[in-house]
């Protein structure tokens, strides 16, 4: 099965910009589809952005316009990239594949401080 490892959390200021990465230990074109989730307390995962082997994007409502997934294809990684930080954004962030199962990253923790 596929192991992820994930990068990038921490404490960030409002209004700051933050890049996570997502490291897969086979090839990302063996995944149908990967991305990004965030949790807080008490609620549900919520789906952050996702990208399908073929390119296509989808991302969630309450990040639209301040997130980018991309990927590097060669570094079998794919990045979130987020912006206009604000303490709504602070969350555990799971990355996430799906090739025969699912597979979740063991969550990073990103904080922002107002």
């Known amino acids: 099965q596929v192991r992820l490892m994930e990068s990038g959390g921490g404490l960030v200021q409002a209004g700051g910009s933050l890049r996570l990465s997502c490291t897969a230990s086979?090839?990302?074109?063996?995944?149908?589809?990967m991305g990004w989730y965030r949790q807080t307390p008490g609620k549900q995962r919520k789906l952050v952005a996702t990208t399908t082997k073929f390119n296509n994007t989808f991302y969630g409502d309450s990040v639209k316009g301040r997130v980018t997934i991309s990927r590097d294809n060669a570094k079998n990684t794919w990045y979130l990239q987020i912006d206009s930080l604000g303490p709504e954004d602070t969350a555990i962030y799971y990355c996430?594949?799906?090739?025969?199962?699912?597979?979740w990253g063991q969550g990073t923790q990103v904080t922002v401080s107002s």
């Open positions: 996430w594949c799906r090739a025969a199962y699912e597979t």
């Open positions: 086979e090839s990302v074109f063996s995944l149908r589809a």
